[in-house]
């Protein structure tokens, strides 16, 4: 079992579509998970961090972190074609030299 | 402010060559990593260094040598290229916060 799995798509949504990506993970001392957005034949680029359990919030977008399940999803809200992108889980344990990534999803936004 | 910066952008090699891939940062992050990117398997960590003088590996090392002489410059060295190297390969710093900072790529293919 890898230790981050992550649905890679690909996810065609129609513009303005409620978006849900997620992750799932098995080590237990993850305690920071961030979300990175990557466009084609670009770097990663941070799109949200979350410590611990919990929700968080920043515009069209929602980061909900679940660690009785091992579980974190992303939230896009009224999506756009400028969405368009792969996404990113991304997690690490405190005091940690690795961050360990998902294989990504790709997303579309069909205008 | 530029950020992390990587060159070549793109780089042929033969069986056997061997080269650098440069990485800068001008943040002043103490914390540098570089990554490879193949499809399906995520972002994994080759290397790492968390100040000058001082390097780790990560995940999968072998084949890949580094050094850290400043804290600006982090390069990363094939010494005999392997078309199983061939891949987008990310650099990376980190400042006092649990975020990557990437760079935007190079993408090398070994024939």
């Known amino acids: 079992q890898k230790e981050v799995e992550q649905d890679p798509g690909p996810l065609s949504v129609p513009e303005g579509a409620i978006v849900s990506l997620n992750c799932t993970y098995s080590n237990s001392a993850f305690q920071y998970f961030m979300w990175y957005r990557q466009y084609s034949r670009k770097g990663p680029e941070l799109l949200m961090y979350t410590y611990s359990s919990g929700n968080k919030e920043d515009g069209r977008f929602t980061a909900q972190v679940d660690k009785s399940s091992k579980y974190i999803s992303l939230f896009i809200r009224d999506s756009q074609p400028s969405d368009s992108a792969t996404y990113l889980c991304?997690?690490?344990?405190?005091?940690?030299?690795?961050?360990?990534f998902g294989p990504g999803t790709r997303l579309s936004v069909l205008p | 402010n530029a950020g992390v910066t990587q060159t070549p952008k793109f780089q042929v090699l033969k069986t056997g060559q061997s080269m650098t891939l440069q990485c800068a940062q001008d943040?002043?992050?103490?914390?540098m990593s570089w990554y490879r990117q193949d499809p399906g398997m995520g972002l994994r960590l080759i290397h790492y260094s968390v100040g000058a003088g001082i390097t780790d590996q990560g995940e999968v090392p072998n084949g890949y040598n580094v050094s850290r002489s400043t804290t600006e410059d982090f390069p990363l060295r094939l010494l005999s290229a392997a078309p199983s190297q061939t891949s987008v390969y990310f650099c990376a710093s980190r400042a006092s916060a649990n975020v990557l900072t990437f760079g935007a790529g190079s993408r090398l293919t070994v024939l």
């Open positions: 943040m002043n992050h103490e914390y």
């Open positions: 991304a997690m690490s344990a405190p005091y940690g030299q690795n961050f360990v």
